[in-house]
């Protein structure tokens, strides 16, 4: 467990800074948001992302926490990254 | 690594820019020794289990459910090895962890005599008996560990210096790539399909951003476990005495200098209290190696270290006990500034602390490190490609960076599954059959570039990607032949070390069957897109064959 949130956190995060982008936008619901919601999605993404770093560092420590975290958000970003294409991918079909 | 595309297909400003000139040297940087590079992050990433294919690759040393009790099998080590190698003037063991399900051993033959340090032995011993285990001969995961940072048939020196400059040339790589990429926040989640250089561009810096803070501190750390190889000097000058440079190595180890013998017999008091009370202080399955000097005589030590689980440092911590009486004669859990950060460093780039979920996390960002490295390579040829006069017929050097790609990248994959299956195939009883394993694992990367060579670049690719998937695909097939340990078996008896690396097998099988189809469907480049120049649409359209 003590894995699993921070991980699901990252992932939300990253959700959210994503579709914080112009071309992410475009990509997934065919036009840009309204800047105030694109705000918003930026600033909830990264405060999530901080959120799952304090849980790590809770739990863990300042040193394996930061490692963990380093981890979490690379995977975290990788799948979102890849969430994207599949969509699409799907999209263009 | 990161290339800005744009700098590609824009015309050139008089002046070289910073970018461009990052540019540069980081697409020479990344391939004068990339394929040293690609080797060392694929086996470095194997070696974070390097424990779990040791397991697999000695099938005969049973499944361990539960790790047994330390203390109680140091005791039983400790008297093997009184019976076995009475003279032995020092003796060192890995108690079995959760990670390993047998106790390495090394000690000196014979004691030490002024102008000779002895021989030495190894070995492996079963923890349940003490008895030295009979599983076949092989270096296991280790071979990967060992050829990570000094490669083989060759001295071990230089072939630090060589990992240590391919390590140096990383660290250039990526601190010019941050540099060259532009649009570091701005491209973060972009990428496009089928546009040739730009979509492997867009996987290249996927690959390198995401992972970027672990790409930058395991170069960087890597460097730093060698330190003392690469920068010798500091310590000439500061340790000169015997006593400061005793000092000076008890800071980075636990190892005790074995003094003279007092030539009066006693023997070592319980091993098992002296464990028993690491177990106390540390936590249970947390003592890490006993070593002892002078065992047998009224001078021996015994120093008990901590193990590696949970704390991030490679710092020596140990209890030191005095051999004939067992009484504790110091503990050590400290050591200087520098050291600890040296220490800290260190155990970063080993990861051994790391929970199971961490140690995913580690090979799996780690394995992103190895596939940055990868399409970085393959990139050189994709991008110049469209600029040669003739495609069919290129210049030697993209000739052979091309085929060293294909040898390099997919021959890599083939030469590491042909030793998995020269672990399960060459008989038990042929001599040196551990270094066969480890020629086998030459010679079949030795007849990929041979291949590679032979064909023509995107068929050498599509063989040996297939070539690479069947080897994989067919490995649990293999083991359930030619031993106990059946896929089934393993499901049905919990044992996790041979289900996971039976499962991974068949996953990388379908990465490698994945790329060698996509390889495969790739349209050759059309003759008319061939004109140099002119059109960045014709451009791109003639860059894909071979890649």
Redesign the interface.
């Known amino acids: 467990m003590s894995h699993l949130l921070p991980f699901m956190l990252c992932l939300a995060g990253f959700a959210g800074l994503a579709f914080a982008m112009d071309r992410q936008q475009r990509n997934v619901i065919g036009r840009p948001l309204k800047a105030a919601a694109t705000y918003v999605l930026r600033v909830v993404g990264a405060c999530v992302l901080l959120c799952a770093l304090g849980l790590l560092v809770t739990w863990n420590g300042w040193g394996l926490a930061l490692v963990i975290f380093s981890g979490h958000t690379s995977l975290a970003a990788g799948l979102v990254y890849c969430g994207l294409l599949a969509y699409v991918k799907m999209d263009a079909r | 690594m990161m290339h800005s595309v744009a700098d590609e297909d824009e015309p050139r400003l008089t002046g070289r820019g910073i970018r461009q000139s990052m540019s540069q040297l980081h697409t020479w940087a990344g391939l004068l020794l990339g394929w040293i590079l690609y080797a060392m992050f694929l086996t470095g990433t194997v070696s974070y289990f390097k424990d779990e294919l040791s397991q697999w690759m000695r099938p005969e040393l049973a499944y361990q459910a539960q790790v047994p009790d330390q203390a109680a099998v140091a005791q039983r080590i400790a008297d093997e090895f009184s019976r076995s190698i009475p003279g032995s003037s020092q003796w060192s063991m890995k108690l079995p962890d959760a990670r390993n399900n047998s106790v390495y051993a090394f000690w000196r033959t014979g004691p030490r005599t002024p102008g000779s340090r002895g021989g030495f032995g190894e070995g492996y011993f079963d923890p349940a008996t003490g008895q030295k285990v009979t599983a076949r001969d092989t270096l296991g995961g280790d071979f990967f560990y060992r050829f990570h940072f000094q490669f083989h048939y060759m001295p071990v020196v230089w072939a630090r210096w060589l990992a240590g400059a391919a390590a140096m040339f990383m660290l250039v790589a990526i601190i010019s790539g941050v540099i060259t990429h532009k649009k570091i926040f ?1 491209d ?4 496009r ?1 089928g546009k040739g250089q730009r979509s492997w561009l867009d996987a290249h810096n ?1 690959l390198s951003v ?2 970027l ?2 790409h930058f ?1 395991i170069t960087y750390t890597g460097l730093v476990t060698l330190m003392a190889l690469y920068m010798p000097w500091g310590e000439r000058v500061a340790f000169q005495t015997a006593a400061e440079r005793q000092q000076y190595a008890a800071e980075l180890s636990a190892f005790i200098a074995p003094g003279r013998p007092a030539g009066v017999g006693a023997p070592l008091a319980s091993i098992e209290d002296m464990v028993r009370q690491a177990q106390d202080r540390w936590g249970r399955d947390n003592a890490g190696r006993v070593t002892a000097v002078n065992p047998g005589d009224a001078t021996a030590r015994v120093a008990v270290t901590r193990g590696d689980a ?1 704390r ?1 440092s490679m710092s020596p911590q140990s209890m030191e006990f005095e051999g004939p009486s067992g009484r504790l004669l110091r503990v050590r859990e400290s050591v200087g500034a520098a050291a600890e950060t040296r220490g ?1 460093l260190y155990g ?1 780039h080993l990861g051994r ?1 790391s929970d199971i ?2 140690r995913w ?2 090979f ?2 780690s394995f ?1 490190g190895t596939a940055m490295v990868g399409t970085g390579l393959v990139m050189w040829t994709v991008k110049r490609r469209q600029k040669l006069p003739n495609p069919d017929h290129p210049h030697v050097g993209f000739r052979a960076v091309e085929r060293l790609n294909v040898a390099g990248i997919a021959g890599l994959s083939i030469a590491m599954a042909a030793f998995l299956w020269a672990n399960r195939l060459l008989p038990q009883s042929l001599a040196g059959r551990a270094d066969w394993e480890i020629h086998v694992f030459f010679i079949a990367w030795a007849l990929t570039l041979a291949h590679a060579f032979v064909r023509r670049p995107k068929a050498a690719w599509v063989e040996q990607l297939w070539a690479a998937a069947a080897m994989l695909a067919l490995l649990p097939v293999l083991n359930a032949a030619t031993t106990s340990r059946p896929l089934w078996h393993s499901l049905t008896q919990g044992d996790w070390v041979f289900v996971a690396v039976d499962l991974m097998c068949g996953a990388l099988a379908v990465i490698h069957a994945t790329l060698a189809i996509r390889t495969a469907r790739r349209q050759p480049a059309r003759k008319a897109a061939r004109k140099p120049s002119s059109s960045p649409a014709a451009a791109t359209a003639s860059r894909q064959e071979g890649t």
């Not at chain 2, 973060?188 to 990428?191: A, M, Q, V």
Request: proline share 4%; aromatic share 34%; net charge neutral.
């Open positions: 701005i973060f989640f972009t990428f399909w996927a995401f992972g803070p672990f501190m949970g991030i800290v970063l602390f979920v961490t996390l580690y799996l960002v992103m």
